[in-house]
């Protein structure tokens, strides 16, 4: 291993530290349940257990950290107060634990912020400042006002306090299930996963340490297998979607974890409808990453215990709805068609008779007949509907085309409000 400096040498997270931390929360951080999930098992092959984080006060893991690092402070420290930087769950997790604590907490957040987060953090009762478009912004503003302020930086990943914290996931997933084989670890910064791994190899050497990243944002991947990446795009995972991973996490992920698995955004989608649908539980894009890893190599674990974090459940709810749809159209359970027809009367009847008569049910029509290239006599109806699978939908397009209508399948996209 190349030489590191005191801030970044691995040796400083150890399981001693987490099981410090472990016993620092109890009471304070809810140790939420890690239990077998069967469907998730017919999905994947693999035999799942899932860990719930989303059951936390904040929706996600966060206030482990913050709760340990907040407890580090000095007397003289938490009379001057905390500032940290987030776009979501890091700024919940210090607010709620530091105003739990008396601590003067200052988050600044991008001013792009979805206000449901920023009234959170703001209802935990620290002060939000908004400033710049990007976290880099945001911190360049934080900076300003730690120096000026003289205030205690939470860091979000890269601090020993706040990986052990952390680790203790890992501590209740084996007292749990202690007979797991893998486990699959969202990979942002790498608080989470480097925690984790270092408690978990400690207490069963040979236990698989699996991360996921987004494919947008693949920058622990890239340092370990020492490859260049690029960082950027929009992602639906933005909780992992980190350009800077920390020296000291890369350093322990280096040591600790196996492997890094990068996800794609439709494999997040599927992953978060599959929380939802076949657990009946919310995660975030982030949250549902393990899943997605899972998703995205089922042969490499077909048989194996897997045991997924499930770090997070804060997510808008417009964005789940709009998932939901998606993975629907995907499925073959929700059909877009576009139909020419003739405009004359009882046409829309007899489209609605031929679908519903197939057991298809009607749940979108918009009729036009101002497009360019419709003739003058004609319209055009854009239908969505819902199928039993992709199958049953394809039985119902032909009875349409056999009507002699002219049909072509729509993309999400393409439908028209």
Not at 109 to 116: A, C, K, R, S, Y
Not at 145 to 163: G, M, Q
Request: charge should be negative.
């Amino acid at each position: 291993m190349t030489k590191v400096d005191r801030f970044s040498d691995p040796a400083q997270i150890t399981l001693k530290g987490v099981q410090a931390a472990a016993e620092l929360i109890r009471g304070a951080v809810l140790q939420t349940p890690c239990l077998p999930a069967p469907k998730l098992s017919l999905l994947t092959g693999a035999d799942v257990y899932v860990k719930y984080e989303n059951m936390q006060v904040t929706g996600a893991f966060k206030e482990r950290g913050a709760l340990v690092k907040l407890d580090s402070l000095t007397p003289e420290e938490r009379k001057r107060g905390v500032i940290a930087v987030s776009a979501g769950n890091h700024a919940q997790g210090v607010a709620y634990h530091a105003g739990r604590l008396g601590i003067p907490a200052t988050i600044v957040m991008p001013v792009l912020t979805p206000f449901v987060k920023i009234s959170a953090t703001r209802a935990f009762g620290a002060e939000v400042v908004l400033a710049g478009n990007t976290l880099a912004e945001a911190k360049a503003e934080a900076d300003r006002l730690a120096n000026e302020r003289a205030l205690v930086w939470v860091h979000p990943y890269d601090d020993k306090h706040v990986i052990h914290g952390q680790g203790t996931i890992g501590l209740e997933m084996l007292e749990a299930q202690p007979d797991l084989d893998v486990l699959i670890v969202p990979v942002g910064g790498g608080g989470l996963i480097a925690g984790i791994a270092v408690a978990a190899k400690a207490i069963k050497p040979d236990i698989e340490v699996i991360g996921v990243e987004t494919v947008l944002y693949p920058g622990m991947w890239g340092a370990l297998k020492g490859k260049e990446v690029r960082c950027e795009g929009a992602t639906i995972a933005e909780g992992i979607a980190v350009r800077d991973i920390g020296l000291l996490t890369q350093e322990v992920v280096k040591t600790h974890v196996d492997d890094i698995i990068l996800a794609t955004e439709s494999t997040l989608e599927q992953a978060i409808n599959a929380y939802l649908t076949q657990l009946r539980t919310i995660a975030e894009g982030a949250g549902a990453a393990g899943l997605a890893g899972l998703l995205t190599d089922p042969k490499r674990f077909s048989g194996k215990k897997v045991g997924l974090v499930l770090c997070g459940g804060n997510i808008d709810p417009r964005l789940l709805s709009k998932i939901v749809v998606r993975e629907l159209a995907r499925d073959g359970k929700l059909v877009s068609i576009r139909i020419d027809t003739p405009d004359r009367p009882g046409v829309l009847g007899e489209i609605a008779t031929v679908i519903g008569d197939l057991q298809g049910n009607v749940v979108d029509v918009a009729h036009h007949r101002l497009f360019l290239n419709v003739p003058a006599k004609g319209a055009t109806l854009d239908v969505s509907f819902e199928a039993f699978d992709r199958a049953h939908g394809e039985e119902i397009v032909s009875a349409l085309r056999e009507r002699d209508f002219t049909v072509r399948h729509l993309e999400i996209s393409e439908r028209i409000d």
